[in-house]
């Protein structure tokens, strides 16, 4: 279970990505003292932990200034985390004990294939493909014998599409079977990826490993094209939407 004041930061926070706050907007211990109904010690707390991650900064006197999150901003850390990711399939081809993370690879592989092939998006199957996601991926981060790889990648996971495994889901996917089978190709290909990278580790072929996870990571990347291109002036809170979790929640 969370702390307090790590819930308080993850609720401060998603107001500045849905854009509740004007960039360089000042907040104030008092102010979100009276809007969460809290105490300043988790507010204080609470405005630190987002300090460290860049979404506000120290302004004059004892407030602070928000910084929001750009597309751009994002698009970056996409980036970043997709290098960080094939440096540990790299790592993990040659890591003396990849073995002891190899069958949850596989275990994530067959039930996101499984979950695929019944050619239906329900709130059940989605969240055990999301599940099945995280697991394969964070196995990697696990396995690869360098913690900062894995520590790096959670500096960034706090924005949109950056957590450990995160799954688009566009619900354009639902309006016609032919845009559902569309999105359901899509997740072949990529549990497909999933299948060479967990191949080519498991063989000890770490320049494969890693070619295959640059190109697998890149398809954030095209999500956030594509939304740019069919949807125009793109919000970094349409890019939450996509989300996994959002789009269960919106089917409730």
């Given at each position: 279970m969370d702390s307090i004041d790590s819930e308080l930061a993850a609720r401060i926070r998603g107001d500045i990505i849905h854009g509740v706050y004007a960039q360089d907007e000042r907040l104030t211990e008092a102010q979100l003292c009276e809007t969460h109904q809290v105490s300043r010690t988790p507010v204080r707390l609470a405005l630190r932990i987002l300090e460290r991650e860049g979404i506000i900064i120290r302004g004059e006197g004892r407030g602070y200034r928000i910084?929001?999150?750009?597309?751009?901003?994002?698009?970056?850390a996409v980036e970043?985390?997709?290098?960080?990711?094939?440096l540990a399939a790299r790592l993990m081809a040659a890591a003396p004990g990849k073995r002891d993370f190899l069958p949850a690879m596989i275990e994530a592989i067959e039930s996101i294939g499984e979950l695929v092939d019944r050619g239906r998006l329900d709130e059940a199957s989605i969240r055990r493909m999301q599940a099945a996601n995280e697991l394969f991926h964070g196995s990697i981060l696990k396995g690869c014998g360098n913690s900062y790889v894995g520590f790096a990648c959670q500096q960034i996971s706090h924005l949109p599409m950056l957590s450990a495994g995160s799954m688009v889901f566009d619900q354009a996917m639902l309006e016609t079977p032919q845009q559902l089978e569309r999105g359901l190709f899509r997740l072949r290909l990529g549990n497909a990826q999933h299948k060479v990278i967990h191949d080519a580790i498991a063989s000890g072929d770490a320049a494969r490993a890693e070619a295959m996870m640059r190109e697998h990571s890149h398809t954030m990347i095209d999500y956030i094209e594509t939304f740019e291109k069919r949807d125009g002036a793109l919000t970094v809170s349409d890019l939450v939407s996509y989300s996994a979790a959002e789009f269960i929640t919106s089917k409730q």
């Amino acid at each position: 279970m969370d702390s307090i004041d790590s819930e308080l930061a993850a609720r401060i926070r998603g107001d500045i990505i849905h854009g509740v706050y004007a960039q360089d907007e000042r907040l104030t211990e008092a102010q979100l003292c009276e809007t969460h109904q809290v105490s300043r010690t988790p507010v204080r707390l609470a405005l630190r932990i987002l300090e460290r991650e860049g979404i506000i900064i120290r302004g004059e006197g004892r407030g602070y200034r928000i910084q929001n999150v750009t597309i751009a901003d994002i698009r970056q850390a996409v980036e970043v985390r997709g290098h960080l990711e094939s440096l540990a399939a790299r790592l993990m081809a040659a890591a003396p004990g990849k073995r002891d993370f190899l069958p949850a690879m596989i275990e994530a592989i067959e039930s996101i294939g499984e979950l695929v092939d019944r050619g239906r998006l329900d709130e059940a199957s989605i969240r055990r493909m999301q599940a099945a996601n995280e697991l394969f991926h964070g196995s990697i981060l696990k396995g690869c014998g360098n913690s900062y790889v894995g520590f790096a990648c959670q500096q960034i996971s706090h924005l949109p599409m950056l957590s450990a495994g995160s799954m688009v889901f566009d619900q354009a996917m639902l309006e016609t079977p032919q845009q559902l089978e569309r999105g359901l190709f899509r997740l072949r290909l990529g549990n497909a990826q999933h299948k060479v990278i967990h191949d080519a580790i498991a063989s000890g072929d770490a320049a494969r490993a890693e070619a295959m996870m640059r190109e697998h990571s890149h398809t954030m990347i095209d999500y956030i094209e594509t939304f740019e291109k069919r949807d125009g002036a793109l919000t970094v809170s349409d890019l939450v939407s996509y989300s996994a979790a959002e789009f269960i929640t919106s089917k409730q």
